[in-house]
Every structure is written in C-alpha cells, then in structure tokens.
T-cell receptor, first 113, second 115 residues
Framework: AQSVTQLDSHVSVSEGTPVLLRCNYS??????LFWYVQHPNKGLQLLLK??????LVKGINGFEAEFKKSETSFHLTKPSAHMSDAAEYFC???????????FGKGTMLLVSP | NAGVTQTPKFQVLKTGQSMTLQCAQD?????MSWYRQDPGMGLRLIHY???????DQGEVPNGYNVSRSTTEDFPLRLLSAAPSQTSVYFC??????????????FGDGTRLSIL
C-alpha cells in the first residue's frame, strides 16, 4: 500500500525568500514521486518527477526536490519565491508498474509582497 | 492542440437528477481517469480506463458510471445526484497506463453543486 503526507496545509512566505514544502511518503516498492501545482480554477500541472534516477530533481519555474529514501521524504524547494508561485501544491506517489496514483491533501503556498 | 477538455465548467443540479460530465483529449492518450477534489482531501480517483473498452473502479466509484467507446472520450455519469457529490471533478490523461512514469495531463475541472 502507498500513502503520502503533506506536513503543512498552508505555508506563508515573503517574495524573494526560500520556499520549503514538505512531503513524506510510504510505499511497499521503489516509488515514483511527483509534485503538481494547481493555480486557482485550473487543473493540475506537473512540476517535477522522480523515477529512480538522480535523487535531486529539477523542475519547472526554479523548483527542485530531493528524494531521501532513509527519511522517506520528497520535499519541494525554491530559492526565491515569486508572487506567481502562490498556488496549491500536491505531492503524489506511485508504487510503480500499472498502479494508480495517490495524492497528498495539498499545501497552499501564500506569497506576500 | 487543446489537451484535455472538460464540459461543462459549472453545473448546478437538484438531488436525484442525472447528468454526464464530458471529457475529451486530442493527444491519443491510452490512459484516462476521473478524480474528485474536495477541500482538505486532495484528489481521489473515481474511475479509470487503460484503453478503449476497458474501465475499472478507483477509490470512490459509488454513484458514478463510466464508459470508454473511443480513445478520445471518457464521460462520467452521475446516476442520481446526491449532495455528497458536490465537488470539483477533474479528468486526466497520460500516454500509457504506466502511471509511475507518465505525467498526467489535467483538464480545468467541472465545478458541480447538488442542491
């Protein structure tokens, strides 16, 4: 069985400061992990994915995430927040093969000027 | 290239009514799925399809039917709407059923209210 926990429902940062969105996962196999972003009234868009290659994954818009097997974590970071980063972010896990995806409950990122 | 198109964008129904949410993709994707999104719950899988003529249940299938007669279309039917089905519904597709490796392409959602 697979599960994912996003540790913060809301994160508030100031523009220009670093962003950290935390995600822990549980998986019976070698998981694939994804981060998606959802802007208001829009569908989800893929930010980045980890599929057992490099543990540090770079995504779009300056985001990156590090897969840490020992900590079962896949935290999302960005060095400097921009106002346009304000959105909801979802961590997603897949056990591999043809299994379905399991979504976290989401973290709302608020960016203030 | 339109991607994943969902119609309608908004709908209000009365309890007991039926309706169909439409989903179409023009990317020749094999795998399609329906999710519902509720506040604080993330996305939960309702039904999915790995190809034309093949469908299966997800985590929360009760009260919903699907069919996949063509590669492009994957409609979701509410048989008898209930207030608990008030939600935002997302359709997604990917190139193959290897969801561990394929990015999901999402539509913009259908916002459904059941009175």
């Amino acid at each position: 069985a697979q599960s994912v926990t996003q540790l913060d429902s809301h994160v508030s940062v100031s523009e220009g400061t670093p962003v950290l969105l935390r995600c822990n996962y549980s998986s019976s196999y070698s998981p694939s992990l994804f981060w998606y972003v959802q802007h208001p009234n829009k569908g989800l868009q893929l930010l980045l994915k980890y599929t057992s290659a490099a543990t540090l994954v770079k995504g779009i818009n300056g985001f990156e995430a590090e897969f840490k097997k020992s900590e079962t974590s896949f935290h999302l970071t960005k060095p400097s927040a921009h106002m346009s980063d304000a959105a909801e972010y979802f961590c997603v896990v897949s056990d591999g093969g043809y299994s379905t995806l399991t979504f976290g409950k989401g973290t709302m990122l608020l960016v203030s000027p | 290239n339109a991607g994943v198109t969902q119609t309608p964008k908004f709908q209000v129904l009365k309890t007991g009514q039926s309706m169909t949410l439409q989903c179409a993709q023009d990317m020749n994707h094999e795998y399609m799925s329906w999710y519902r999104q509720d506040p604080g719950m993330g996305l939960r899988l309702i039904h999915y399809s790995v190809g034309a003529g093949i469908t299966d249940q997800g985590e929360v299938p009760n009260g919903y039917n699907v069919s996949r007669s063509t590669t492009e279309d994957f409609p979701l039917r509410l048989l008898s709407a209930a207030p608990s089905q008030t939600s935002v519904y997302f359709c997604a597709s990917s190139y193959s059923q290897e969801t561990w490796n394929q990015p999901q392409h999402f539509g913009d959602g259908t916002r459904l209210s059941i009175l």
